[in-house]
């Protein structure tokens, strides 16, 4: 339980690391510097999720799982946008992205590790 709540703990400041440089780069209009921010940001997700989705209980896993799909087309694409246009950090950076963020499986994760903490 110990290396679960760990994992959730380090996985929701994750999330809210990136939502605060998600905002920031839409209020910036989009600039590379903060897409850059959550490029790694995003990363750190993605390898932590990797790394610690089997710690979870079964009804958890799909929802862990669902933000995996998305964090791995988004990387894939936000890189080979990245090599194609090789923007500067004031550059505007968007790009399309059909696999959305799941917010519905996020949240229930997320409410998932509050009743833990509780």
């Known amino acids: 339980?110990?290396?679960?709540?760990n994992f959730l703990g380090i996985l929701d400041t994750l999330l809210?690391?990136?939502?605060?440089?998600y905002h920031a780069y839409l209020k910036s209009g989009k600039r590379f510097l903060y897409a850059k921010i959550l490029k790694e940001t995003n990363e750190g997700i993605r390898a932590l999720l990797i790394q610690n989705t089997h710690?979870?209980?079964?009804s958890q896993i799909?929802?862990?799982?669902?933000?995996?799909?998305?964090?791995?087309?988004?990387?894939?694409?936000?890189?080979?946008?990245y090599?194609?246009?090789q923007p500067?950090?004031?550059s505007i950076f968007v790009f399309e992205n059909s696999v959305n963020y799941p917010l519905?499986?996020?949240?229930?994760?997320?409410?998932?590790?509050?009743?833990l903490e509780r």
Not at 55 to 58: D, E, Q, R, Y
């Open 55 to 58: 710690l979870l209980p079964a």
């Open 16 to 21: 809210r690391r990136a939502n605060l440089t």
């Open 104 to 115: 519905s499986e996020v949240s229930n994760l997320m409410e998932y590790y509050a009743q």
């Open 88 to 90: 500067d950090n004031l």
């Open 83 to 85: 090599e194609h246009e």
């Open 62 to 81: 799909d929802n862990s799982l669902a933000l995996l799909h998305h964090l791995d087309v988004w990387c894939t694409i936000w890189q080979q946008v």
């Open 1 to 5: 339980m110990h290396a679960e709540l």
